[in-house]
C-alpha cells in the first residue's frame, strides 16, 4: 500500500506476557520512528531508525522496550514482561521530511 | 529543552467559519521545523501542514495556514471555512533540526468541534 502500515491494530495482553507491533514504513523512506501515545495526551518519541540503525532510544521507557529494524525497512517494536501503564497507542511513523504516520496499535495490559 | 504548549483543550466552531488553534512553543535552536496534525477518532496522525524556521512565507495548504511569528515563537493553525469533517484533535508539533531525522515532540492538543 502506499501508507505506513501496522499490525495488530489492537492487543490485550495480560501482565506479564511479551508482545510484538509490527510497522511496515512508506517504501523507501529511510527514517523511521516509535512514538506512545497515553490517552489523551500527544503522542511521546521512543526510538529512531535511520535504515537500519537505531540512532536514537532515548525515549524508550525501561530495557523491556526493544525496537529493531533488521533490514532498514520493516521494523518491530518489542514489550517484554508488559505492565498496565504500558497500556497506550503506539504509533510507527516513516519520514522524508515531513513525518506520515501509521493508524497505531492500541494495547491493553490486563 | 524543547516544549511545545497548546493552551486550548477545547475550541468548539460554527461551520463554514474559519478557526485559530495556538501553539507556541520552545526551543534555542535556529533551525526547526513546526507541524500539525490532525488525529480523528479513527486515531492516525494525518499531517496537515509544514512551516521551517528560515521560512520567510506562512504556509499554507488548502484551507490550512499557518501563522508563523518567529518573535513571539508561535506557529498556529488557521482553518478556514469549517467542515464537519474538521472535528477532530489537533496536535501541534516541533522538529529540533531541519532534516528528516528529527523527532517530533507534540503538544497536548486540542479537540476541534465543529457545529452544523
Known amino acids: 500500500g502506499a501508507g505506513v502500515s501496522q499490525s495488530p491494530r489492537y492487543k490485550v495482553a495480560k501482565r506479564g506476557q511479551d508482545v510484538a507491533l509490527r510497522c511496515d514504513p512508506i517504501?523507501?523512506?529511510?527514517?523511521l520512528f516509535w512514538y506512545q501515545q497515553a490517552l489523551g495526551q500527544g503522542p511521546e518519541f521512543l526510538t529512531y531508525?535511520?535504515?537500519?540503525?537505531?540512532?536514537?532510544k532515548s525515549g524508550l521507557p525501561s530495557d523491556r522496550f526493544f525496537a529493531e529494524r533488521p533490514e532498514g525497512s520493516v521494523s518491530t517494536l518489542k514489550i517484554q514482561r508488559t505492565q498496565q501503564e504500558d497500556s497506550a497507542v503506539y504509533l510507527c511513523a516513516s519520514s522524508n521530511n515531513e513525518q506520515y504516520f501509521g493508524p497505531g496499535t492500541r494495547l491493553t495490559v490486563t | 529543552a524543547q516544549k511545545i504548549t497548546q493552551t486550548q483543550p477545547g475550541m468548539f466552531v460554527q461551520e463554514k467559519e474559519a478557526v485559530t488553534l495556538d501553539c507556541t512553543y520552545d526551543?534555542?535552536?535556529?533551525?526547526?521545523?513546526l507541524f500539525w496534525y490532525k488525529q480523528p477518532s479513527s486515531g492516525e496522525m494525518i499531517f496537515l501542514i509544514y512551516?521551517?524556521?528560515?521560512?520567510?512565507q506562512n504556509a499554507t495548504e488548502g484551507r490550512y495556514s499557518l501563522n508563523f511569528q518567529k518573535a513571539r515563537k508561535s506557529a498556529n493553525l488557521v482553518i478556514s471555512a469549517s467542515q464537519l469533517g474538521d472535528s477532530a484533535m489537533y496536535f501541534c508539533a516541533m522538529r529540533d533540526r531541519l532534516g528528516s531525522w528529527g523527532k517530533l515532540i507534540f503538544g497536548q492538543g486540542t479537540e476541534l468541534s465543529v457545529k452544523p
Open positions: 526551543t534555542s535552536d535556529q533551525s526547526y521545523g
Open positions: 531508525f535511520q535504515n537500519e540503525a537505531q540512532l536514537d
Open positions: 517504501s523507501g523512506h529511510v527514517s
Open positions: 512551516q521551517g524556521s528560515y521560512d520567510e
